[in-house]
């Protein structure tokens, strides 16, 4: 499992925290391969950190996920 850098096309909002993605930034992303038909939705974890910034893959195991989904448009590759 690789990552990839892909863009948010929105300014989605984390749920119960203060973390909201720039669509401007680009961010880690990997496949969310646990989550069923992955593959066909093109759905991602994009990585990040607790102040909205991109995470590294230093990071990935304190930063937060968005799961987003491809083929719905909500991140185009970087």
């Known amino acids: 499992m690789s990552p ?4 948010p096309t929105q300014a989605f909002k984390l ?3 203060g ?3 720039d669509p401007q930034q680009t961010y880690l992303a990997v496949d969310a391969v646990n989550v069923p038909g992955w593959r066909d ?6 990585l990040v950190n607790s102040d ?3 995470a590294s ?6 930063a937060a996920s968005f799961l ?3 083929t719905a ?3 185009t590759l970087a």
């Open 4 to 7: 990839f850098k892909v863009k």
């Open 15 to 17: 749920l119960g925290t």
């Open 19 to 21: 973390i909201v993605l």
């Open 41 to 46: 939705t093109r759905r991602v974890y994009l």
């Open 52 to 54: 909205g910034s991109p």
């Open 57 to 62: 893959l230093q990071d990935a195991d304190t």
């Open 68 to 70: 987003l989904t491809g």
């Open 73 to 75: 448009g909500e991140y």
